[in-house]
């Protein structure tokens, strides 16, 4: 599951040998939700309508594992493969990321 996979993603990151004498300092980016009009066979059915709980998800586990959350939810997709963010939806993640990294270092 999403949750199980962010989970696992999470422990191995505070697991990795960077952190030296400090805390691990984790942040842990929800995407926007899939679009309406995206269609795949290899993620098969229903996927539209799973992403919708992955944020909610992703935020579940980063509290339960103590480390930092942003839901990048309104960030703009592309509307040709519904996932990826178009040129101004790159822009509203880095002002999101500039708001909320300096509040965690």
């Given at each position: 599951s999403d949750l199980a996979g962010m989970e696992r993603l999470i422990l191995k990151a505070k697991s990795v040998d960077c952190w030296g004498t400090k805390a691990p300092n984790i942040l842990v980016v929800a995407p926007p939700r899939i679009g309406d009009g995206f269609h795949d066979a290899v993620m098969g059915e229903g996927c539209v309508e799973?992403?919708?709980?992955?944020?909610?998800?992703?935020?579940?586990?980063?509290?339960?594992?103590?480390?930092?959350?942003?839901?990048?939810?309104d960030c703009e997709f592309n509307q040709v493969d519904f996932m990826h963010l178009t040129r101004k939806g790159h822009a509203q993640l880095a002002d999101l990321l500039a708001k909320e990294v300096p509040t965690l270092l």
């Open positions: 799973k992403s919708k709980g992955v944020a909610e998800q992703f935020r579940i586990v980063a509290e339960r594992q103590n480390v930092h959350f942003l839901n990048a939810a």
